[in-house]
């Protein structure tokens, strides 16, 4: 069994700054790639940042510049610098990981229980 757990959610002012971090654990062969995404009230779940390794990264058009996504793959961890916060990013985090289970055809995806956090005045 695979598990994510997300840390590092809460509630933060417009301008603020605040880091989210991700730890996979369990029995696994390896993770290709560990992306966060976000679902805001009311909303689709959408991609935020991904990564594969520990270099091949992708931020969503609408928070680059703004967010940073950094971590390895291959040590399970994933963390995602967010500064200059909007409301518009209140929202549940998720972090994702694609995960080989006992090889490459065995590939499962996993998510994690989501932490929120709040960007208000």
Do not use: H
């Not at 994510?4 to 993770?31: D, H, M, N, W």
């Not at 790639?33 to 935020?48: D, F, I, L, P």
């Not at 793959?73 to 080989?100: F, G, I, R």
């Amino acid at each position: 069994q695979v598990q994510l757990v997300e840390t590092g959610g809460g509630s933060v002012q417009p301008g603020g700054y605040l880091r989210l971090s991700c730890a996979a654990s369990g029995t696994f062969r390896k993770i290709t790639t560990m992306a966060w995404y976000r679902q805001a009230s009311g909303k689709q779940r959408e991609m935020v940042a991904t990564i594969s390794g520990r270099t091949s990264t992708a931020i969503a058009p609408s928070v680059q510049g703004r967010f940073t996504v950094s971590g390895d793959t291959s040590e399970n961890s994933l963390s995602l610098q967010m500064n200059s916060l909007k409301p518009d990013d209140t929202a549940v985090y998720y972090c994702n990981a694609w995960v080989q289970i006992t090889s490459e055809y065995n590939l499962r995806e996993v998510w994690g229980q989501g932490t929120l956090f709040t960007v208000t005045s």
